[in-house]
C-alpha cells in the first residue's frame, strides 16, 4: 500500500478545510485506515480512523462534531472533512494504514504503532 496526502494549507479560525488520502492498493475494502496530526515540539496523536470493510468510524475527542472522516472505495481514497477549525489544529497532518478483517476499535486504530504504512503528510494551519 501506498498513500499520499493532499489538500493541506492555510486557513482562518472557523474555517473549513477537506484532506485526502490515495491508496495505491488491490486491498482498500480491508483497510484500518487512521489520520493523524503531529504539531511541533507535541507527540503524533490520532485524529480519526475508519474501517473501510464496513465503514465503522471513531473520532478523537478534541475533533468530534467537527471533523468528518469518510471513504469512496470506487476512487481508494479517503478523506477527512475538516470544520470550525481552530488555531489548535494546525499541525502536519498523516494517512496511515494497515490490513484488518474487521473493525478493531479505537484502541488499536488510534496506536501509531499499529501501522507500517504512512503518508508523507500535509501541512494545516490555522491561523488569521
Known amino acids: 500500500v501506498q498513500l499520499a496526502e493532499s489538500g493541506g494549507g492555510l486557513v482562518q479560525p472557523g474555517g473549513s478545510l477537506r484532506l485526502s488520502c490515495k491508496a495505491s492498493?488491490?486491498?482498500?475494502?480491508?483497510?484500518?485506515m487512521t489520520w493523524f496530526r503531529q504539531a511541533p515540539g507535541k507527540e503524533r496523536e490520532a485524529v480519526a480512523s475508519?474501517?473501510?470493510?464496513?465503514?465503522?468510524?471513531d473520532y478523537s475527542p478534541f475533533v468530534k462534531g467537527r471533523f468528518v472522516i469518510s471513504k469512496d472505495n470506487t476512487e481508494k481514497v479517503l478523506t477527512l472533512q475538516m470544520n470550525s477549525l481552530k488555531p489548535e489544529d494546525t499541525a502536519t497532518y498523516y494517512c496511515?494504514?494497515?490490513?484488518?478483517?474487521?473493525?478493531?476499535?479505537?484502541?488499536?486504530?488510534?496506536?501509531?504503532?499499529?501501522?507500517?504504512?504512512w503518508g508523507r503528510g500535509t501541512q494545516v494551519t490555522v491561523s488569521s
Open positions: 475508519l474501517y473501510t470493510g464496513d465503514s465503522s468510524t
Open positions: 492498493t488491490d486491498s482498500f475494502r480491508r483497510l484500518c
Open positions: 496511515a494504514a494497515a490490513g484488518c478483517r474487521s473493525w478493531p476499535g479505537s484502541q488499536w486504530t488510534f496506536r501509531p504503532t499499529n501501522f507500517q504504512t
